[in-house]
């Protein structure tokens, strides 16, 4: 497969993603997320809260607030930081809606950079690629090395640009 070509998949998979992540009712974050093997789509999730459980455009969002480390002019800070804990992650979303035989050397396409936790569940998956457009500097290094130990694929997507019907939009 030549680079050209691959560019090709490539935005045609993420734009998969972000279409999908416009199902999210978080009003703070929209993430999607795919699973592909070869060329063919095998299943689609978003962030969102269980089944038959008011969700953020229903109940609002459920805030928690967590200490966060943040680099700033080269010195490290605290910082207090607000997150939604109410949905499940797409990628977490992804594992349940999908069998472990078609993960097996797939790869996942998600709009955002895994979090540590879906990170950790992803490299336990079967997949062997993980491909993100948006970056989550928060666990990324982390992120990075271990899925250099488990000799995934973990790439970003630099040059990409989302559809623009995509950009969050939720109406309550
Ligand atoms: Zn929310
Ligand atoms: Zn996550």
């Known amino acids: 497969m030549n680079e050209e070509a691959r560019k090709d998949w490539d935005t045609y998979f993420m734009d998969i993603a972000y279409m999908v992540s416009t199902r999210s009712r978080c009003p703070r974050r929209h993430v999607g997320a795919v699973l592909v093997q070869g060329k063919k789509l095998l299943g689609t999730a978003?962030?969102?809260?269980?089944?038959?459980?008011?969700?953020?455009?229903?109940?609002g969002c459920m805030i928690a607030e967590e200490l966060e480390v943040v680099e700033q002019d080269g010195?490290?800070?605290m910082v207090?930081?607000?997150r939604?804990?109410?949905t499940i992650h797409a990628e977490q979303n992804l594992l349940l809606f999908t069998d472990r035989i078609d993960r097996e050397?797939?790869?996942?396409?998600?709009?955002?950079?895994?979090?540590?936790?879906?990170?950790?569940?992803?490299?336990?998956?079967?997949?062997?690629?993980?491909?993100f457009h948006r970056s989550y500097p928060k666990d990324s290094d982390k992120v990075n090395e271990?899925?250099?130990?488990?000799?995934?694929?973990?790439?970003?997507?630099?040059?990409?640009?989302?559809?623009?019907?995509?950009?969050?939009?939720?109406?309550?």
Do not use: H
């Open 80 to 82: 207090k930081k607000q």
């Open 105 to 131: 050397g797939s790869s996942v396409y998600v709009t955002d950079e895994p979090c540590w936790t879906c990170a950790n569940m992803l490299a336990n998956s079967g997949v062997t690629e993980i491909v």
């Open 46 to 59: 978003y962030n969102g809260a269980p089944m038959g459980v008011p969700d953020c455009s229903e109940a």
């Open 84 to 86: 939604c804990v109410r």
């Open 75 to 77: 010195k490290q800070e």
């Open 146 to 172: 271990m899925m250099s130990q488990k000799g995934i694929v973990f790439r970003r997507l630099q040059s990409y640009e989302p559809p623009r019907e995509t950009a969050m939009t939720v109406s309550n």
